[in-house]
């Protein structure tokens, strides 16, 4: 079978303002204390158009000289995850990656190089409403659903 995939990027938008507003005043509301590391993973999250591994936030941080240490990194994230701000994506190669979970409705699934680890995104609407189609004839009342499509990106296939 032939698969012809539509990466529309002009749908992959970095998460908005209204995202960062959001968490901050969900972690304000928890009771957490504004600045240092969560600041840093919150700013960083809300630029990513896709997910991050908790090494890369780490990585990257200390790149723009603002290191936080990984288990600070890893802290951030269960609070941000525990308020459901940042949605854990499993791309099947056993790494946790976060993302922002974005009110708007905002939907993509993932790409998974497996030679060289690279994740990306894609929007796709037949996929889309496939997917609705075959979830109405289940008789299951379908919340969420994910793709991971696992290969080799043109760079190593
Ligand atoms: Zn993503
Ligand atoms: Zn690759």
């Not at 990027?9 to 998460?15: E, L």
Request: charged share 30%; net charge neutral.
């Amino acid at each position: 079978m032939r698969t012809i995939l539509v990466i529309d990027t002009k749908k992959i938008h970095c998460a908005s303002m209204s995202w960062t507003k959001d968490a901050r005043e969900a972690l304000d509301a928890a009771g957490y204390r504004r600045g240092g590391a969560r600041a840093a993973v919150v700013d960083l999250l809300s630029r990513q158009n896709c997910c991050l591994s908790a090494q890369d936030i780490h990585d990257q941080l200390r790149k723009a000289r603002r290191p936080v240490g990984i288990a600070s990194v890893y802290r951030a994230l269960e609070a941000l995850a525990d308020l459901r701000l940042v949605k854990r994506v499993d791309a099947g190669d056993g790494i946790a990656r976060y993302e922002p979970a974005t009110a708007d409705g905002e939907h993509h699934h993932h790409l998974v190089c497996r030679d060289c680890g690279k994740v990306e995104a894609f929007s796709d609407s037949r996929l889309e409403r496939a997917i609705d189609r075959v979830a109405g004839g289940l008789g299951y009342s379908v919340e969420e659903h994910e793709v991971v499509l696992l290969g080799a990106c043109a760079d190593c296939s």
